[in-house]
């Protein structure tokens, strides 16, 4: 029931890795990715090649059967969405005391095997990521839980994230409270990079491990399936 068809690969897939598209009353197809808008929807694979290639190959009339307007740049409106559910998710997070930032905290955090996920600015210094990821390492080596690592944000987005300041390294702590950040920045980055897509280095971008995106379908039957 949770299925539905990518309009560029034609393979069905949940609908949790999938982006929903509806055509507004002025015919501008816009993401509605809580999938909650009204009217007839298609699905995209959730990556930015894959909406990209659904724009350039104009699918977006034939799979709403309608006139339709697409903004050109529908994928960087996406990336802009999930970036801006992300940060919104770390200040709840962060409000319930399930963030740490500071290189010294996160090191403390990582160390004693409370982090989940590591959050890197995107303008970090290698040397300040390398230190961070030798604690990670060496918490591996003595058996304490793998930490996910993250370079999607820069520092403007990671100071709202937290309310302000200079933010460059931070970590997501283990339990409920940084579930819903830790789902979202998963999103952001396989939307970025794909799933399988893993850095050689902490240096070179995005995050380094496998995850899906979260949520629930509640758009109507009516989709393209």
């Not at 809580?34 to 995209?44: A, D, I, Q, Y």
């Not at 955090?109 to 982090?115: C, E, F, S, Y």
């Not at 399988?196 to 380094?208: F, I, K, N, V, Y």
Request: proline share 4%; charged share 25%.
């Amino acid at each position: 029931m949770n299925e539905r068809r990518c309009i560029v690969t034609g393979e069905s897939a949940d609908a949790d890795g999938l982006i929903r598209f509806v055509a507004g009353p002025d015919g501008m197809v816009v993401p509605d990715l809580k999938r909650t808008l009204p009217g007839r929807g298609c699905w995209v694979t959730a990556r930015r090649a894959m909406v990209d290639k659904a724009v350039s190959k104009k699918l977006f009339a034939r799979a709403l059967r309608r006139k339709v307007d697409v903004p050109d740049d529908l994928g960087a409106l996406v990336d802009r969405l999930l970036v801006r559910q992300a940060t919104g998710a770390l200040s709840m997070a962060r409000k319930a005391g399930a963030l740490v930032s500071g290189a010294m905290q996160v090191d403390k955090a990582v160390r004693a095997g409370r982090a989940t996920a590591l959050l890197h600015a995107l303008h970090a210094a290698p040397d300040g990521i390398r230190k961070l990821d030798q604690a990670r390492r060496a918490t591996v080596h003595l058996g304490g839980p793998d930490v996910l690592v993250f370079m999607l944000l820069d520092d403007e987005q990671m100071g709202l994230a937290f309310g302000g300041g200079n933010v460059i390294h931070a970590a997501v702590l283990d339990g409920r409270g940084g579930h819903a950040a830790l789902r979202r920045l998963e999103a952001l980055r396989d939307y970025r990079t794909g799933p399988d897509m893993r850095p050689a280095s902490p240096d070179a971008g995005a995050g380094l491990l496998a995850g899906t995106a979260g949520g629930h379908v509640t758009a109507k039957e009516t989709d393209q399936e």
